[in-house]
């Protein structure tokens, strides 16, 4: 186990520097015409690719940094240079991840490289979970799976919405009803292979923020995959079913399983509010010191001077719970008081707020396209409703704490 220490040592520092580096010189510019835009970043996925940034090994690499705070590094930094053309870098590792977590060695050895492509050829990948009635209620998913033993092979149709990178991946990751009266407990993830007859985009959506990432439905008709495509085996899904089907006792144990994997992964999503965050403050600091009314700086006034240090203290603090559930995950530390979705529910909120108060600190400014705080503000709102709305993230936490099941 390492100890617990803010300094992520010399290694972390210098990949932090580069994807600044990174962030600043090809994302920051890019970001503006990709929001405007509304479409994937195509040429600067690729030119992240050729550096090393979009590729599996370097999110490997992060993941299973001994500090345990690898990603969150990566994360505030790519989002720091912008939140939209960040998703599209990251929302790979969603449906890689997926994999990771629940496929064999053979199948992370085939789908994970697939999912990124290469630099001359990049691809992006797809997790699609949400449906129209499954939301917030991930049990409630009616896309459904059925097997064909004849043929050994899986039969899925249904409609999912929300997906990032949906219809536009090469690889989907998609999570089907295998038992429905299971609930959450009777589902199963499968792999789309590229090119799967039946499987379609439906709407785009049209998206307040995040613009330059690619967000629509999928929808699923008699899409039929190879067995080999149910990720982790049928063998082991028939024996989570029986478990399952035994009884509510032995199911709960498999409850806490899911539940530690979304603790490690929303440190993640925390830290790319951060980052949105930490750049809107630098825009309102450097302002509000520039900025002469009454003869004398904004920053000369209190009022300014204060709302400032409340945003770096909230940014710093939202780090520091980012950084302990992070280094908590790496580190197999029980999540006893839900830490990561702690971590995730204080960054995003921090997220909106900060730069809603960047905004007022620059004015009418604030308010147009010409100062990059707007698009913040519109990309930060997100950070309360994806990967767990801040009001799951809450039930999540009271539940930890209180033993209780708070409704
Ligand atoms: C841009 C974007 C990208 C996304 N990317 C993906 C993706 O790649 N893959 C994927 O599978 N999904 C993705 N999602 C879906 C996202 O995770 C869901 O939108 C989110 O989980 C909320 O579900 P919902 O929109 O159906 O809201 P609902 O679940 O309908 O919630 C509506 C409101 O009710 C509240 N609420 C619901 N239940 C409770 C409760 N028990 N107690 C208190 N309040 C409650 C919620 O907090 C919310 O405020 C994405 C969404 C967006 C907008």
């Known amino acids: ?85 960040g998703l599209s870098i990251v929302g790979t590792t969603l449906a890689a991840v997926a994999v990771l977590a629940n496929g064999t060695e053979e199948q992370i050895g085939t789908w994970a490289p697939q999912m990124f492509g290469t630099p001359e050829d990049v691809k992006v990948a797809a997790f699609c979970s949400s449906e129209p009635d499954a939301g917030s209620d991930v049990s409630a ?24 990178n949906g219809g536009i991946a090469a690889v989907h990751v998609v999570v089907a009803a295998v038992d429905p ?72 144990g498999k409850g806490n399983a899911a539940m530690a994997t979304f603790e490690a992964s929303r440190p993640a999503v925390g830290a790319q509010a951060i980052g949105i965050a930490r750049a ?13 009314q009454f003869g004398r700086p904004i920053i000369d006034n209190q009022g300014v001077a204060f709302q400032l240090a409340d945003m770096k203290t909230r940014i710093d603090a939202a780090r520091l719970l980012v950084w302990r559930a992070s280094w908590m995950a790496a580190n197999n530390q029980p999540f006893t008081a839900a830490e990561g979705s702690m971590s995730k529910l204080y960054a995003g909120e921090t997220a909106k707020w900060v730069t809603a108060q960047a905004m007022q600190i620059l004015g009418g400014n604030g308010f147009t396209r010409e100062y990059p705080v707007e698009r913040m503000h519109r990309d930060s709102a997100i950070y309360s409703i994806f990967e767990g709305t801040s009001e799951i993230q809450r039930l999540v936490i009271a539940r930890a704490i209180s033993g209780m099941p708070i409704r």
């Open 141 to 164: 998913l009616r896309t459904r799976a059925v097997y064909d033993e004849a043929k050994d092979e899986w039969v899925l149709n249904g409609t999912k919405t929300w997906a990032t």
């Open 280 to 292: 809107a403050y630098e825009v309102a600091l450097d302002y509000a010191r520039t900025r002469v």
């Open 1 to 85: 186990m390492s100890t617990f220490s803010l300094d992520p040592g010399a290694d972390q520092l210098a990949v932090r520097d580069w994807l600044h580096g990174f962030a600043a010189d090809v994302m920051r510019p890019a970001a503006a015409e990709w929001d405007e835009r509304e479409e994937t970043p195509w040429p600067v996925i690729q030119e992240a690719a050729k550096l090393g940034i979009y590729s599996l090994d370097f999110y490997a690499q992060q993941y299973f940094d001994p500090s345990g705070v690898g990603i969150p590094i990566a994360m505030e930094e790519l989002f720091w240079g912008d939140a939209g053309i």
């Open 181 to 252: 009266a299971l609930g959450a407990r009777g589902q199963a993830s499968f792999v789309v292979p590229p090119g799967t007859p039946g499987l379609s985009q439906g709407q785009k959506f049209k998206k307040h923020g995040i613009r330059a990432s690619h967000t629509a439905e999928v929808v699923l008709d008699g899409v039929r995959l190879p067995g080999h495509c149910l990720l982790g085996g049928k063998e082991k899904l028939d024996e989570r079913l029986a478990r399952a089907r035994e009884g509510a006792k032995r199911a709960a």
